[in-house]
């Protein structure tokens, strides 16, 4: 079941949460939701660059996830899904097929932990996806397991969906208790 919130992922309203959010192979962090992260807890920045050195400083696997203890009882998976941070020879650095993956063991992670999903817009903005695609692998992907997409508010305007905590007076938790 899929759900838009106007919001900030890294504090989702259905705890327990499993957070996902794409990272590139390179051992680059540092624009975009990761910025976010790492404010709010450093854990998830430090294991993805340990994770990079013990691959003996080769590109991350495309599709491999590392899940990450994260604030408030929730955790971070850390999806490669990017090649590279920047297009090269005209390809964005989303790699469909790599998020596929990725989503498929945060789908069994989430499963076997009674988790909820949490995620901003996952590879729509700064790795070049195309939402409509994006949105098309996270539902057949993520299946039965609660997924919440934030937006932030001052990006509502930029996304079509209606949001179901937009034009409401009732607390955002009411609406999924």
């Known amino acids: 079941m899929l759900h838009y919130l106007i919001g900030d992922a890294t504090t989702p309203i259905k705890t327990p949460a499993l957070i996902a959010h794409t990272v590139n192979d390179k051992n680059r962090w540092g624009s975009g939701f990761v910025v976010a992260v790492s404010k709010e807890d450093r ?26 203890p994260f604030t408030n009882g929730n955790l971070i998976a850390n999806m490669v899904a990017q090649h590279d941070t920047k297009p090269i020879n005209g390809v964005p650095p989303v790699r469909y097929d790599a998020l596929r993956q990725a989503l498929k063991s945060v789908f069994y992670h989430a499963k076997e932990n009674d988790l909820t999903v949490a995620m901003p817009r996952v590879c729509a903005v700064r790795s070049g996806g195309d939402w409509d695609k994006v949105e098309g692998i996270i ?18 305007n ?20």
């Open 139 to 156: 539902k057949e992907e993520m299946g039965d397991i609660e997924t919440y997409v934030y937006t932030l508010p001052n990006e509502k």
């Open 43 to 68: 854990r998830p920045e430090e294991m993805y660059h340990r994770w990079h050195k013990k691959e003996g400083g080769k590109d991350l696997p495309l599709g491999a996830v590392q899940v990450c």
């Open 158 to 177: 930029q996304w079509p969906q209606k949001y179901e905590n937009e034009d409401t007076d009732k607390d955002v938790t009411e609406l999924f208790d």
